[in-house]
């Protein structure tokens, strides 16, 4: 069983000392750092933009996602590709053109990322798994750090790491909300291989994020994918 990447959440970070919060969750073994970017549209809060993740980029080395949360996207796409994104993901829900603003964030040079709230069917993504690279399965509803994982989105975690499969796609599957080791060992069960970290990894202090990450880390060693 491979072990997941652990992405960790910067929405409930404390930004009065960024550079330190960054360094730590480095040093803790974070695989890359993801930037929820809410527009009081899509969903109703407002988070923070692009300077952000240029401040971020500034920082780390490490590979940056920035998750939309943006409905119209395509004009802010290139704002956060030139902001040092190495990821975009847009959402499924956003407005129509979802394949030309898929194709857009591929243009820019990002990997591209697509997005699927717990309403939105798993079927929804299957016309574009050969345009991405990734897909974000929310296991919470958009908008706030710390919800309780949804249990209901293991099935389509399942169905979707079937279709990449039948399609010999290698996207990553990755899954955003809610996530601790027990919600993780389930999700890597279904063939999930990438996860989202907020509250569970911001909830402990610096010294002892590298235990919460060898925990993420080792949450799907004892199972194999069936
Ligand atoms: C929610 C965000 C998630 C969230 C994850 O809208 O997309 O990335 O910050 O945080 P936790 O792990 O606390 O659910
Ligand atoms: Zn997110």
Redesign the pocket.
């Known amino acids: 069983m491979s072990v997941p990447l652990v992405f960790a959440?910067l929405?409930?970070a404390d930004f009065s000392c960024l550079e330190k919060e960054i360094y730590y969750l480095e040093k803790a073994g974070v695989d890359g750092f993801?930037i929820?970017i809410?527009d009081g549209h899509f969903?109703s809060q407002l988070s923070m933009g692009p300077e952000i993740v240029r401040t971020v980029r500034r920082l780390t080395e490490r590979p940056i996602t920035a998750?939309l949360?943006i409905s119209p996207v395509r004009q802010h796409l290139q704002t956060f590709a030139q902001a040092g994104a190495n990821a975009i993901i847009i959402h499924a829900e956003t407005e129509t053109q979802l394949g030309e603003n898929l194709s857009l964030v591929r243009h820019l040079g990002c990997r591209v990322g697509l997005a699927l709230n717990p309403c939105t069917a798993p079927e929804k993504a299957m016309p574009y798994i050969h345009d991405i690279d990734e897909i974000l399965v929310?296991s919470?509803?958009?908008?706030?750090?710390?919800?309780s994982f949804q249990g209901a989105q293991l099935k389509k975690i399942r169905a979707l790491h079937q279709e990449r499969i039948k399609q010999e796609r290698e996207i990553s599957l990755t899954v955003?909300?809610?996530?601790t080791p027990e919600t993780l060992k389930q999700c890597i069960e279904m063939g999930a291989d990438t996860c989202?970290?907020?509250?569970?990894?911001?909830r402990y202090v610096s010294e002892d994020r590298p235990q919460a990450i060898s925990a993420l880390k080792t949450a799907g060693k004892s199972h194999d994918t069936c």
């Open positions: 959440s929405l409930n993801h929820d809410m969903v998750h949360m929310m919470v509803n958009p908008g706030i750090g710390g919800q955003d909300g809610g996530i989202v970290v907020g509250q569970f990894l911001m």
